[in-house]
């Protein structure tokens, strides 16, 4: 029997909804290496039951309310607020609502690089990514509405958020982690242009324990944060030469650089040239050299 719990509150009305791709096929995909293929939202009682033999598309599942099982390898699963799972294909569907009742959002591909992009996200079986990005469903949802071309292309890059939303899980999540890394992110996200931030002193403004911080950011982020630091500053730093003509030691100073020197040391790594060479364009020459060769 599943447990209840505080997010598995009652599934009163029941409400199926779905959008089938029908504009040019395989062709419409043509050329994308992820295509939706379909997707849908589904509000169900206690009663449902679905089971379907081997389906040759992957489908992702992501629960918003109540909780479902789905079955694999002859094993059951339940699946929670806030947590995804995936079908590959070739894979039999079941699937069956909770004792409260489930309600989810799903999405299938059938793109030729669909479980290579799986991979690239670093999606497993399931994991607890968060509340669904409802949004993002609805947006590939309205742009599959439209039987064009045009339509069946935006809902596939559209599903990029999907994916990127769920994987956020890292390897098969790690349950109520995942607040605590956000709230790091927005701690580094507003005094990475501070020299002196680093991780003891962010670890030390939200209470944590430094190892409890690197564990918790890097399972979430893929990162660490020190690493998301480092990034967050050349970015800014990169920006700040591209649209001013402030000098380098300021442009350092404000994107949290020690010294003009250590910019410069990390700009060339990035892009193969001085911040000046930068500024003036020429990485873009040096990319195009490298593309070329």
Same mark, same amino acid.
């Given at each position: ?8 509150a ?11 791709r029908?504009?040019?096929g395989? /062709? *419409?995909?043509?050329? %994308?290496?992820?295509?939706v #293929? !379909?997707?849908?939202?589904? +509000?169900? $009682? ?35 607020a806030?947590?995804?799972?995936i ?20 999405i ?7 479980l290579?992009l ?19 469903f609805?947006?590939?949802?309205a742009?599959?509405?439209r ?10 890059? /559209? *599903?990029?958020?999907? %994916?990127?939303?769920?994987? #956020? !899980?890292?390897?098969?999540? +790690?349950? $109520?982690e ?5 709230a790091?992110?927005?701690?580094l996200?507003?005094?990475?242009t ?9 670890a030390?403004?939200?209470g944590l ?28 730093a990169?920006?700040?030469?591209r649209t ?7 442009v ?13 040391r990390v700009?060339?790594?990035e892009?193969g040239?001085?911040?000046?060479a ?14 070329v060769?």
């Amino acid at each position: 029997m599943m447990r209840k719990d505080r997010d598995a509150a009652p599934v009163r009305e029941e409400r199926r909804r779905l959008v089938f791709r029908v504009a040019g096929g395989e /062709a *419409a995909g043509r050329g %994308l290496p992820l295509v939706v #293929r !379909s997707v849908g939202c589904y +509000r169900v $009682g206690r009663d449902f039951a679905e089971r379907h033999g081997p389906r040759w598309f992957t489908e992702l599942f992501w629960t918003i309310r109540g909780e479902g099982l789905w079955r694999l390898d002859g094993a059951a699963r339940r699946a929670r607020a806030g947590e995804f799972f995936i079908y590959r294909p070739g894979e039999p569907h079941e699937l069956a609502a909770g004792p409260e009742g489930w309600e989810y959002r799903w999405i299938t591909f059938d793109g030729r690089d669909t479980l290579r992009l799986l991979d690239m996200f670093g999606l497993s079986r399931s994991g607890r990514a968060g509340p669904c990005p409802e949004e993002a469903f609805e947006r590939v949802e309205a742009a599959l509405s439209r039987p064009t071309l045009e339509g069946v292309r935006e809902a596939s890059v /559209a *599903a990029y958020a999907i %994916l990127a939303a769920a994987g #956020r !899980s890292g390897a098969g999540g +790690r349950g $109520g982690e995942g607040g605590g890394a956000e709230a790091v992110r927005r701690e580094l996200d507003a005094r990475y242009t501070e020299p002196d931030a680093g991780v003891e002193t962010i670890a030390a403004t939200l209470g944590l324990h430094r190892t409890t911080l690197l564990r918790t950011f890097t399972a979430a982020y893929g990162v660490t944060p020190s690493t998301y630091l480092a990034r967050r500053r050349l970015q800014h730093a990169l920006s700040l030469l591209r649209t001013t003509a402030i000098p380098v030691a300021e442009v350092a100073a404000a994107a949290g650089f020690r010294s003009a020197e250590y910019l410069a040391r990390v700009v060339r790594a990035e892009t193969g040239g001085s911040p000046r060479a930068f500024r003036a364009g020429a990485d873009e020459r040096e990319r195009r050299r490298r593309f070329v060769a």
